[in-house]
Structure formats: C-alpha cells, structure tokens
C-alpha cells in the first residue's frame, strides 16, 4: 500500500544517511579515531545476508513459492527493501 511504501522509502533513506556523519567527520578529521572496524565489517556482512535474503524472496519465483508454501501467504519484501 502507499503508507507502506512511503514507510519503507522513508526507512531506507535515513538508515543509508546515517552512515555518512561518521564518514564525514572521519574525512574532515583526517583519522578514524572512534571508527570501528569490527562494527563496520560486521554491519558489512549482516547488511550482505540481509540484501540476499531480500532478493532471493523478490526476485527468485522458486522462494517465492517456498516462501507461500511454508507461511501460506505471499512474501511481504516490496521494491524498496530491495533497493
């Protein structure tokens, strides 16, 4: 629906702008004092699985069909979990 849309848009835009304060500040101190690298590689890889499971459930009808059958309900991933 369109509250879902607008929600999941909205979600998604300000989890991705979250990133760059860090990066920014990093860029301008010329340091990476208080930068994480395991929080970073860790948000790296949790952020890979998540994409994969999301695609696989959007893109592949084979899921999709997994999916219906086990929860007797289509897959609720919409466009902008995907991208």
Do not use: K, M
Request: proline share 2%; with cysteine.
């Amino acid at each position: 629906g369109g509250l879902s849309g607008v929600l999941g848009w909205t979600y998604f835009a300000a989890w991705s702008a979250s990133f760059y304060p860090q990066a920014i500040q990093n860029y301008v101190r010329r340091s990476v004092v208080g930068l994480s690298f395991d929080f970073a590689l860790l948000n790296l890889i949790a952020f890979g699985c998540y994409s994969a499971f999301n695609l696989a459930l959007f893109l592949s009808p084979t899921v999709q069909a997994e999916y219906a059958a086990a929860h007797h309900s289509s897959s609720a991933v919409r466009s902008n979990d995907v991208f």
